[in-house]
């Protein structure tokens, strides 16, 4: 999972993010480079991997 250091939110490949375009199961490395938090609109950049 990886976390937004922005806003807390956390992205989960499990669930992925359909209202962003990114299907269930889809790892955080093969999101697109132009997809942002869909919280606070920061880009993949301001994410960390947290366990």
Known sequence: MYKC???GYIY????????G???PGT????IPDDWVCPICGVG???FEKVD
């Open 5 to 7: 250091l922005a806003c």
């Open 12 to 19: 989960n490949p499990q669930e992925g993010d359909p209202d």
């Open 21 to 23: 375009g990114i299907a």
């Open 27 to 30: 790892k955080f490395e093969d």
């Open 44 to 46: 993949k950049d301001m």
